[in-house]
Protein backbone atom coordinates (compact mmCIF):
# COMPACT_ATOMS: atom_id res chain seq x y z
CA UNK A 1 0.00 0.00 0.00
CA UNK A 2 1.40 3.67 -1.17
CA UNK A 3 2.59 5.48 1.72
CA UNK A 4 0.44 9.24 2.36
CA UNK A 5 3.26 11.55 2.32
CA UNK A 6 3.81 11.62 -1.34
CA UNK A 7 2.12 13.57 -4.25
CA UNK A 8 -1.21 11.74 -6.11
CA UNK A 9 -1.10 10.66 -9.71
CA UNK A 10 -3.32 12.57 -11.37
CA UNK A 11 -5.98 9.27 -12.17
CA UNK A 12 -6.18 9.62 -7.88
CA UNK A 13 -7.49 13.05 -8.24
CA UNK A 14 -9.62 12.21 -10.32
CA UNK A 15 -11.00 9.43 -8.53
CA UNK A 16 -10.79 11.65 -5.10
CA UNK A 17 -12.99 13.94 -6.90
CA UNK A 18 -15.04 11.22 -8.12
CA UNK A 19 -15.51 10.00 -4.14
CA UNK A 20 -16.44 13.42 -3.18
CA UNK A 21 -19.24 14.54 -6.06
CA UNK A 22 -20.99 10.59 -4.63
CA UNK A 23 -20.16 11.77 -0.91
CA UNK A 24 -21.36 15.16 -1.27
CA UNK A 25 -24.37 14.75 -2.93
CA UNK A 26 -24.59 12.04 0.54
CA UNK A 27 -25.10 14.80 2.79
CA UNK A 28 -28.66 16.16 0.92
CA UNK A 29 -29.71 12.48 0.78
CA UNK A 30 -29.44 12.14 4.44
CA UNK A 31 -31.09 14.94 5.28
CA UNK A 32 -34.12 14.23 3.61
CA UNK A 33 -34.20 10.64 5.05
CA UNK A 34 -33.57 11.93 8.16
CA UNK A 35 -37.52 13.86 8.15
CA UNK A 36 -39.09 10.35 8.15
CA UNK A 37 -36.31 7.97 9.15
CA UNK A 38 -34.40 7.36 12.64
CA UNK A 39 -31.00 7.79 12.52
CA UNK A 40 -29.43 4.28 13.02
CA UNK A 41 -32.22 2.83 10.72
CA UNK A 42 -30.96 5.38 8.61
CA UNK A 43 -27.24 3.71 8.38
CA UNK A 44 -28.24 0.16 8.45
CA UNK A 45 -30.38 0.54 5.57
CA UNK A 46 -27.31 2.18 3.56
CA UNK A 47 -25.03 -0.52 4.85
CA UNK A 48 -27.45 -3.20 3.76
CA UNK A 49 -28.18 -1.87 -0.01
CA UNK A 50 -24.67 -1.64 -0.53
CA UNK A 51 -24.00 -5.15 0.71
CA UNK A 52 -27.24 -6.09 -1.46
CA UNK A 53 -25.27 -4.74 -4.34
CA UNK A 54 -22.00 -5.61 -4.14
CA UNK A 55 -22.00 -9.20 -2.45
CA UNK A 56 -23.29 -10.46 -6.02
CA UNK A 57 -20.91 -8.78 -8.14
CA UNK A 58 -18.16 -10.45 -5.78
CA UNK A 59 -19.68 -13.66 -6.04
CA UNK A 60 -20.27 -13.78 -10.11
CA UNK A 61 -17.01 -12.84 -10.48
CA UNK A 62 -15.61 -15.73 -8.12
CA UNK A 63 -13.98 -13.42 -5.77
CA UNK A 64 -13.36 -15.24 -2.64
CA UNK A 65 -14.84 -13.78 0.68
CA UNK A 66 -12.52 -14.01 3.83
CA UNK A 67 -13.15 -16.73 5.99
CA UNK A 68 -13.36 -17.56 9.71
CA UNK A 69 -12.88 -14.96 12.61
CA UNK A 70 -9.24 -14.45 11.85
CA UNK A 71 -10.51 -13.77 8.20
CA UNK A 72 -13.47 -11.30 9.01
CA UNK A 73 -11.61 -9.56 11.64
CA UNK A 74 -9.83 -6.90 9.91
CA UNK A 75 -12.95 -6.23 8.01
CA UNK A 76 -15.30 -5.68 11.11
CA UNK A 77 -13.02 -3.66 12.80
CA UNK A 78 -13.16 -1.45 9.28
CA UNK A 79 -16.63 -1.67 9.37
CA UNK A 80 -16.85 -0.21 12.89
CA UNK A 81 -13.91 2.74 12.21
CA UNK A 82 -14.90 3.56 8.65
CA UNK A 83 -18.79 3.27 8.55
CA UNK A 84 -20.91 2.02 11.70
CA UNK A 85 -19.20 4.58 14.31
CA UNK A 86 -18.60 7.77 12.04
CA UNK A 87 -21.27 7.39 9.90
CA UNK A 88 -24.05 6.82 13.09
CA UNK A 89 -22.20 9.99 14.92
CA UNK A 90 -22.92 11.96 11.63
CA UNK A 91 -26.01 11.42 11.38
CA UNK A 92 -27.37 11.57 14.62
CA UNK A 93 -24.82 14.87 14.92
CA UNK A 94 -26.83 16.55 11.79
CA UNK A 95 -30.31 16.04 14.21
CA UNK A 96 -28.32 18.85 16.43
CA UNK A 97 -26.43 21.00 14.25
CA UNK A 98 -26.81 22.14 10.41
CA UNK A 99 -25.29 20.20 7.27
CA UNK A 100 -22.90 23.30 7.00
CA UNK A 101 -21.32 23.00 10.23
CA UNK A 102 -21.44 19.25 9.95
CA UNK A 103 -19.10 19.39 6.91
CA UNK A 104 -16.71 21.46 8.21
CA UNK A 105 -16.10 19.40 11.23
CA UNK A 106 -16.02 16.38 8.50
CA UNK A 107 -13.26 18.01 6.86
CA UNK A 108 -10.98 17.83 10.09
CA UNK A 109 -10.65 14.25 9.14
CA UNK A 110 -6.99 14.77 7.37
CA UNK A 111 -6.07 16.25 9.95
CA UNK A 112 -6.91 13.51 12.83
CA UNK A 113 -5.51 11.06 10.19
CA UNK A 114 -1.74 13.01 9.87
CA UNK A 115 -2.20 12.73 13.82
CA UNK A 116 -2.92 9.35 13.92
CA UNK A 117 -0.50 8.08 11.55
CA UNK A 118 2.39 9.75 12.83
CA UNK A 119 1.57 8.93 17.15
CA UNK A 120 1.73 5.40 15.40
CA UNK A 121 4.94 5.62 13.79
CA UNK A 122 3.54 4.91 10.47
CA UNK A 123 4.45 8.26 8.54
CA UNK A 124 6.46 11.40 9.72
CA UNK A 125 4.60 14.70 10.55
CA UNK A 126 5.02 16.89 8.16
CA UNK A 127 4.98 20.89 8.50
CA UNK A 128 3.11 20.99 4.89
CA UNK A 129 0.77 18.89 5.44
CA UNK A 130 -0.72 20.26 8.37
CA UNK A 131 -0.23 23.60 7.58
CA UNK A 132 -2.40 22.37 4.17
CA UNK A 133 -4.96 20.42 6.05
CA UNK A 134 -5.44 23.37 8.24
CA UNK A 135 -5.78 25.92 5.33
CA UNK A 136 -8.54 23.37 3.76
CA UNK A 137 -10.34 23.17 6.93
CA UNK A 138 -10.18 27.15 6.77
CA UNK A 139 -11.44 27.05 3.21
CA UNK A 140 -14.49 24.76 3.96
CA UNK A 141 -15.68 27.12 6.88
CA UNK A 142 -15.25 29.90 4.06
CA UNK A 143 -17.18 28.23 1.74
CA UNK A 144 -20.09 27.07 3.91
CA UNK A 145 -20.68 30.14 5.45
CA UNK A 146 -21.19 28.38 8.49
CA UNK A 147 -22.64 30.32 12.16
CA UNK A 148 -20.25 29.21 14.56
CA UNK A 149 -22.50 30.53 17.33
CA UNK A 150 -24.17 26.46 16.15
CA UNK A 151 -20.62 25.38 18.16
CA UNK A 152 -22.67 26.00 20.98
CA UNK A 153 -24.27 22.62 20.48
CA UNK A 154 -21.55 20.34 21.83
CA UNK A 155 -23.12 17.04 21.13
CA UNK A 156 -23.56 17.60 17.84
CA UNK A 157 -19.82 18.88 17.41
CA UNK A 158 -18.60 16.24 19.76
CA UNK A 159 -20.17 13.54 17.35
CA UNK A 160 -19.06 15.35 14.12
CA UNK A 161 -15.17 15.14 15.41
CA UNK A 162 -15.63 11.48 16.84
CA UNK A 163 -16.60 10.63 13.26
CA UNK A 164 -13.60 12.44 12.30
CA UNK A 165 -11.36 10.47 14.80
CA UNK A 166 -12.63 7.51 14.03
CA UNK A 167 -11.97 7.72 10.09
CA UNK A 168 -8.31 8.26 11.25
CA UNK A 169 -8.19 5.26 12.62
CA UNK A 170 -9.53 3.72 10.45
CA UNK A 171 -7.05 4.43 7.77
CA UNK A 172 -4.19 3.27 9.95
CA UNK A 173 -6.28 0.17 10.27
CA UNK A 174 -6.11 -0.26 6.51
CA UNK A 175 -2.76 0.38 6.62
CA UNK A 176 -1.50 -2.59 8.69
CA UNK A 177 -4.53 -5.07 7.88
CA UNK A 178 -5.75 -4.57 4.50
CA UNK A 179 -2.61 -4.98 2.52
CA UNK A 180 -3.14 -6.68 -0.75
CA UNK A 181 -7.06 -7.31 -0.98
CA UNK A 182 -8.86 -6.13 -3.72
CA UNK A 183 -10.78 -2.86 -3.61
CA UNK A 184 -14.28 -4.71 -4.11
CA UNK A 185 -13.51 -7.43 -1.70
CA UNK A 186 -13.15 -5.21 1.06
CA UNK A 187 -16.01 -2.90 0.07
CA UNK A 188 -17.96 -6.11 0.15
CA UNK A 189 -16.56 -7.18 3.34
CA UNK A 190 -16.95 -4.56 4.86
CA UNK A 191 -20.43 -3.81 3.72
CA UNK A 192 -21.54 -7.40 5.00
CA UNK A 193 -20.04 -6.68 8.51
CA UNK A 194 -21.34 -3.19 9.09
CA UNK A 195 -25.29 -4.70 7.80
CA UNK A 196 -24.96 -6.84 10.36
CA UNK A 197 -23.55 -4.50 13.33
CA UNK A 198 -26.06 -1.87 11.87
CA UNK A 199 -29.18 -4.07 12.22
CA UNK A 200 -28.86 -5.00 15.68
CA UNK A 201 -28.18 -1.53 16.40
CA UNK A 202 -30.99 -0.34 14.77
CA UNK A 203 -33.50 -3.11 16.01
CA UNK A 204 -32.29 -2.65 19.76
CA UNK A 205 -32.51 1.46 19.43
CA UNK A 206 -35.05 2.48 16.51
CA UNK A 207 -37.39 -0.99 16.32
CA UNK A 208 -38.04 -0.06 12.46
CA UNK A 209 -40.86 -2.40 12.04
CA UNK A 210 -42.97 -0.04 14.10
CA UNK A 211 -41.86 2.66 11.96
CA UNK A 212 -44.40 3.82 8.99
CA UNK A 213 -43.85 3.15 5.66
CA UNK A 214 -41.56 6.29 3.83
CA UNK A 215 -42.66 8.21 1.25
CA UNK A 216 -41.53 7.91 -2.49
CA UNK A 217 -38.62 10.96 -2.29
CA UNK A 218 -37.46 8.90 0.79
CA UNK A 219 -36.90 5.50 -0.37
CA UNK A 220 -35.20 7.58 -3.71
CA UNK A 221 -33.09 9.22 -1.22
CA UNK A 222 -31.96 5.39 0.92
CA UNK A 223 -31.76 3.95 -2.44
CA UNK A 224 -29.20 6.62 -3.84
CA UNK A 225 -27.05 6.51 -0.47
CA UNK A 226 -26.69 2.87 -0.87
CA UNK A 227 -26.25 2.35 -4.15
CA UNK A 228 -24.01 5.25 -5.23
CA UNK A 229 -23.04 6.95 -2.28
CA UNK A 230 -22.09 3.62 -0.28
CA UNK A 231 -21.52 0.67 -2.52
CA UNK A 232 -20.17 2.42 -5.89
CA UNK A 233 -18.17 5.28 -3.20
CA UNK A 234 -15.89 2.49 -1.10
CA UNK A 235 -15.04 0.77 -4.37
CA UNK A 236 -13.84 4.14 -5.26
CA UNK A 237 -12.40 4.48 -1.57
CA UNK A 238 -10.39 1.63 -0.99
CA UNK A 239 -9.10 1.83 -5.28
CA UNK A 240 -7.42 5.05 -4.41
CA UNK A 241 -6.59 3.77 -0.60
CA UNK A 242 -4.89 0.84 -2.82
CA UNK A 243 -2.97 2.67 -5.32
CA UNK A 244 -2.10 6.24 -3.30
CA UNK A 245 -2.42 5.36 0.49
CA UNK A 246 -4.81 5.67 3.83
CA UNK A 247 -3.79 9.34 4.46
CA UNK A 248 -4.31 10.70 0.85
CA UNK A 249 -7.85 9.10 0.34
CA UNK A 250 -8.86 11.11 3.69
CA UNK A 251 -8.33 14.60 1.35
CA UNK A 252 -11.72 13.94 -0.02
CA UNK A 253 -13.27 15.89 3.29
CA UNK A 254 -11.84 18.54 2.03
CA UNK A 255 -13.58 17.73 -1.81
CA UNK A 256 -16.98 16.82 -0.81
CA UNK A 257 -18.41 20.69 0.68
CA UNK A 258 -16.78 21.82 -2.68
CA UNK A 259 -18.25 19.15 -4.82
CA UNK A 260 -21.84 19.63 -2.64
CA UNK A 261 -21.84 23.23 -3.79
CA UNK A 262 -21.18 22.75 -7.37
CA UNK A 263 -24.06 20.29 -7.40
CA UNK A 264 -26.35 22.10 -6.29
CA UNK A 265 -25.24 24.79 -8.57
CA UNK A 266 -25.66 22.61 -11.67
CA UNK A 267 -28.49 20.71 -10.29
CA UNK A 268 -30.10 23.10 -8.29
CA UNK A 269 -29.49 26.45 -10.35
CA UNK A 270 -28.01 27.68 -7.02
CA UNK A 271 -26.17 31.15 -7.63
CA UNK A 272 -22.64 31.13 -6.74
CA UNK A 273 -21.63 34.05 -4.71
CA UNK A 274 -18.02 35.87 -3.65
CA UNK A 275 -17.97 33.29 -0.40
CA UNK A 276 -18.29 30.58 -2.12
CA UNK A 277 -15.53 31.68 -4.99
CA UNK A 278 -13.31 32.19 -1.85
CA UNK A 279 -13.59 29.04 -0.21
CA UNK A 280 -13.08 27.15 -3.39
CA UNK A 281 -10.07 29.24 -3.99
CA UNK A 282 -8.46 28.51 -0.52
CA UNK A 283 -9.20 24.74 -0.87
CA UNK A 284 -7.99 24.60 -3.78
CA UNK A 285 -4.54 26.39 -2.24
CA UNK A 286 -4.56 23.83 0.40
CA UNK A 287 -4.88 21.01 -2.45
CA UNK A 288 -1.56 22.43 -4.06
CA UNK A 289 0.29 22.73 -0.62
CA UNK A 290 -0.67 19.22 0.49
CA UNK A 291 0.16 17.90 -2.86
CA UNK A 292 3.17 19.72 -2.63
CA UNK A 293 4.52 19.53 -6.16
CA UNK A 294 4.04 23.33 -7.26
CA UNK A 295 6.09 24.26 -4.47
CA UNK A 296 8.86 21.90 -5.35
CA UNK A 297 8.66 23.20 -8.72
CA UNK A 298 8.35 26.97 -7.05
CA UNK A 299 11.77 26.14 -5.02
CA UNK A 300 14.59 25.63 -7.42
CA UNK A 301 13.07 28.71 -9.24
CA UNK A 302 13.24 30.92 -6.19
CA UNK A 303 16.69 29.44 -5.38
CA UNK A 304 18.01 30.67 -9.41
CA UNK A 305 16.42 34.06 -9.03
CA UNK A 306 18.22 34.70 -5.77
CA UNK A 307 21.77 33.18 -6.89
CA UNK A 308 21.36 35.53 -10.00
Known amino acids: MASGNHPLHPRDWVLLIALSILWGGSFFCVGVALKELPP ?62 ASVLNATTPLFTVVVMAAAGEERLTARR ?23 TGIGVGLCLLAA ?71 LFFRIVERSGSTNVMLVTLLIPLTAILLGTVVLREAIGARELIGAGVIASALLIIDGRVLAWLEPRRWRSERS
Open 130 to 152: VVGVSVGILGVAILRGVDMHEAQ
Open 165 to 235: LSYGLSALLARRQLVGFAPLTTATSQMVAATIITGVIAASVDQPWRLLAPSWPVVVAVVALGTLSTALGYV
Open 40 to 101: FTLVFCRAAIAAAVLLPAVLLRGIPMPRGIVGWWPFVGMACLNFVVPFSCLVVGQTFISTGL
